[in-house]
Antibody, heavy 121, light 107 residues
Framework: VQLVQSGAEVKKPGASVKVSCKASGYTFTSYYIHWVRQAPGQGLEWMGTINPSGGSTTYTQRLQGRVTMTRDTSTATLYMELSSLRSEDTAMYYC???????????????WGQGTTVTVSS | DIQMTQSPSSLSASVGDRVTVTCRAGRSITSYLNWYQQTPGKAPKLLIYSTSSLPSGVPSRFSGSGSGTNFTLTISGLQPEDFATYYCQQTYSTPFTFGRGTRLEIK
């Protein structure tokens, strides 16, 4: 079971970034996927979650309107796109799988390796 | 949003010690409280879910307790690999907020 994320990105303020997370080793549509970010030297911030089965999403209000989470069931890949980037979005971005299938309340047991996104002019 | 307050923000301990980290929720989250361990440069690791359940492979020296708004993580018999940062997270309602972390350092 693993989640493999795309490589590091450097973006200018105002641009968008799309991070991918390829899942393998389990039934893709059975487990919710969360996205979590961590600014340099800071704590963890939950960004939102997607149900890979139907594609439904829930986002934190802080990022509402700027974040979009999607999935491609044919390739077992999740995507997180963040638009209107600002310097405060510089962070490590992680995808993480929910512990229990078809559930949303038990924590994240499998994590991607992280994708560094740097926003700088 | 439910605010999660961890204490202390840092602590020093020795190998073999017993340590306790506290997490307080801004309102009741029943038992929907998880703990993670993170070492520098690594992704977080799920240590405890639903207040007191250990995922497969997590050593039994880790334990959790609490309910409602007050929760604790206890490590009995610290090992060298336990020196890390620990985060609590509530999964009672979205957004699933984290505490600010407790850094456990070697004394």
């Amino acid at each position: 079971v693993q989640l493999v994320q795309s490589g590091a990105e450097v973006k200018k303020p105002g641009a968008s970034v799309k991070v991918s997370c390829k899942a393998s080793g389990y039934t893709f549509t059975s487990y919710y996927i969360h996205w979590v970010r961590q600014a340099p030297g800071q704590g963890l911030e939950w960004m939102g979650t997607i149900n890979p089965s139907g594609g439904s999403t829930t986002y934190t209000q802080r990022l509402q309107g700027r974040v979009t989470m999607t999935r491609d069931t044919s390739t077992a890949t999740l995507y997180m796109e963040l638009s209107s980037l600002r310097s405060e979005d510089t962070a490590m971005y992680y995808c993480a799988r929910e512990l229990i299938p078809a559930a949303l309340y038990y924590g994240m047991d499998v994590w991607g390796q992280g994708t560094t996104v740097t926003v700088s002019s | 949003d439910i605010q999660m307050t961890q204490s202390p923000s840092s602590l020093s301990a020795s190998v073999g010690d017993r340590v306790t980290v506290t997490c307080r929720a801004g309102r009741s989250i029943t038992s929907y409280l998880n703990w993670y361990q993170q070492t520098p440069g690594k992704a977080p690791k799920l240590l405890i879910y639903s207040t007191s359940s250990l995922p497969s492979g997590v050593p039994s020296r880790f334990s959790g307790s609490g309910s409602g708004t007050n929760f604790t993580l206890t490590i009995s018999g610290l090992q060298p690999e336990d020196f890390a940062t620990y985060y609590c997270q509530q999964t009672y309602s979205t957004p699933f907020t984290f505490g600010r972390g407790t850094r456990l350092e070697i004394k």
